[in-house]
């Protein structure tokens, strides 16, 4: 015997309690957050008591003030969101990260021990969730910030997995194009 749930229907609820489509776009946006968040959870769990590790768990807990904002696009109901604040402190980290790591002469392959590497599938991640919540801002109108907040975090995740891999002294794999090839 099987029980209904309420999402079986393919809707499911906003902050407000507004029931509409699982395939309405909000959800590709907070599924594209909620995945970032759970990767970056991985991330930790390879790189645990770091002051990397400890700066993922402050974005996942953002990323759950994102998530909330994005549920309530209408802000409706007064809910945790993305605050000038957090931008600002990933400004500081990007600055601190960039200041104390070598200056890039090439593009750099992902990879190196399994933290930098998770890491940067983070990152990836998080520009699909920033181009899924650009597209939802054309169609509800969202808060900038939470914009900012993303298009920021995948430049801070590119250069903490540097700043990873730096640490632990693992070389960064640069790519190189066909004008800085030898072989051409």
């Given at each position: 015997?099987?029980?209904?749930?309420?999402?079986?229907?393919?809707?499911?609820?906003?902050?407000?309690?507004?029931?509409?489509?699982?395939?309405?776009?909000?959800?590709?946006?907070?599924?594209?957050?909620?995945?970032l968040?759970?990767?970056?959870?991985?991330?930790?769990?390879t790189?645990?008591?770091?002051?990397?590790?400890?700066?993922?768990?402050?974005?996942?807990?953002?990323?759950?003030?994102?998530?909330?904002?994005?549920?309530?696009?209408?802000?409706?109901?007064?809910?945790?969101?993305?605050?000038?604040?957090d931008?600002a402190?990933?400004?500081?980290?990007?600055?601190?990260?960039?200041?104390?790591?070598?200056p890039?002469?090439?593009?750099?392959?992902?990879?190196?021990?399994?933290?930098?590497?998770?890491?940067n599938?983070?990152?990836?991640?998080?520009?699909?969730a920033?181009?899924?919540?650009?597209?939802?801002?054309?169609?509800?109108?969202?808060?900038?910030?939470?914009?900012?907040?993303?298009?920021?975090?995948?430049?801070?995740?590119?250069?903490?997995?540097?700043?990873?891999?730096?640490?632990?002294?693992?070389?960064?794999?640069?790519?190189?194009?066909?004008?800085?090839?030898?072989?051409?």
């Amino acid at each position: 015997m099987s029980t209904q749930h309420h999402g079986d229907g393919g809707e499911t609820s906003l902050y407000d309690g507004q029931r509409i489509s699982k395939t309405d776009p909000i959800f590709a946006a907070l599924g594209a957050v909620d995945e970032l968040n759970s990767v970056l959870g991985l991330a930790i769990s390879t790189s645990p008591r770091t002051e990397h590790a400890m700066r993922l768990a402050w974005i996942q807990e953002r990323l759950f003030a994102l998530g909330s904002d994005l549920a309530n696009p209408k802000c409706v109901e007064h809910g945790d969101w993305i605050h000038h604040n957090d931008v600002a402190t990933l400004d500081d980290w990007l600055e601190g990260y960039q200041s104390s790591l070598p200056p890039l002469r090439h593009f750099i392959l992902p990879g190196g021990i399994p933290a930098a590497a998770t890491v940067n599938f983070a990152r990836a991640i998080c520009r699909r969730a920033e181009r899924e919540t650009l597209q939802l801002a054309k169609e509800v109108g969202l808060r900038s910030e939470s914009m900012v907040f993303l298009n920021r975090l995948s430049d801070v995740l590119f250069e903490m997995a540097r700043a990873m891999n730096h640490d632990t002294k693992t070389p960064e794999r640069e790519w190189l194009g066909p004008r800085d090839r030898s072989d051409t």
